[in-house]
């Protein structure tokens, strides 16, 4: 399996799962560039991991052509019985790799956690990420492609049309592999702040300068916590205090932490203003923990929005309206302290790990007996 940063995000949390879910009965290597946390937890599974350079998504040609080579003499090296590529600019690697002669004569896989050609993505990006899409699936070897959704294959297949046919699509979505428990919710007293939290990290993507914004509108006393990677980065700092001046007070910039589930307890409900999404594993985490989600209204959160009995969709643009969104949906939960728990019994029944991690096998053993033309 091949993943691209070393850092925590949902690429190395769902490899993480996966190589939990297949278990002894399949040998697994995880190939990435250097562990910077994302992949901690592999020794203790018994797996093995070779970190590779130039792995995560990079423009610079010579980072990239040195990353190749590295994947290509790792692989011929390894000769798996299926390389199965999930970050993005492993997926480029690899389908390229496999356009030609490959390293081995073996099973290829992609996953692609959210479509770079739906809406959200910069309009150019968009384009050329189809374009590249179509090339690669004129171009690569029959292969396998994971996709998240059936919302993302129906997507899929009528943005890139009968070349798709060629290939095999498979469905399997994300779940949260951690063991959280929705806590008791207290009724609040009046004049206690609405308790916000964010597991995010700074970039065009989770477009966190929007969640100033709507803070800013809130009418009712509010306190905002940010977790997540550079989340305690001067520069966010200083882009929030130009939206909210003296009111940053009440933003906490947290930065990376190890166990997120203490601060999903205490917090009231959970905010995402990303402008574009695979299948959130923070949205998975928030939503078993029994928070209320508010998101933005976008393909990949209608999942959870569908599924999820306390949740709202905030529009793009308009912090008003996405303020008054959250007031609504939090003023009648105050009085309800069972509402985390209902939550919960919620998310487990869509996407229990029990459930996923059986959807898992199936697709394994899928990929491994499918005799692509």
Known sequence: MIGGSGQPSGVPAFILGMVEALGPEVECVVVSEADRGGYSRLPALGVRHVA????????????YGKARRNLARTIADERPDLVWAHARAAVHLCRELFSGTPPVQTRLAVSLHGLPF???HRRMLRLLSLRVEARHLRHTQPHHIHLLTEGDAALYRRMLGRVTERHALHILGTTS???LAPAPAPRPASG?????????????QKNLVAAAHLVAALRVPWRLDLYGSGTDSPRLVRA??????????????????????AALDRADLYLSTSRYEGMSIGVHEAFQAGLPLALSDIHGNRI?????????????GRPQEAARRIENLWAPLREFPDHRAEAGRAW??????EQWTSRAHNMLRAMLSDPLP
């Open 240 to 261: 929030f205090r130009r939206v909210l001046g003296a009111s940053i007070s009440s933003v906490g910039f947290h930065g990376a932490v190890s166990d997120v589930g």
């Open 118 to 120: 739906d809406p959200g």
């Open 177 to 179: 592999h951690r063991r």
């Open 192 to 204: 206690t702040p609405l308790r916000l939290i964010m597991t995010t990290r700074p970039g065009y």
């Open 348 to 353: 487990h029944r869509h996407f229990a790990p």
């Open 52 to 63: 590779l350079e130039g792995l995560a998504s990079s423009f610079n040609p010579l980072t």
């Open 304 to 316: 959870f929005l569908a599924t999820h009995p306390f949740a709202t969709a905030l529009p793009a």
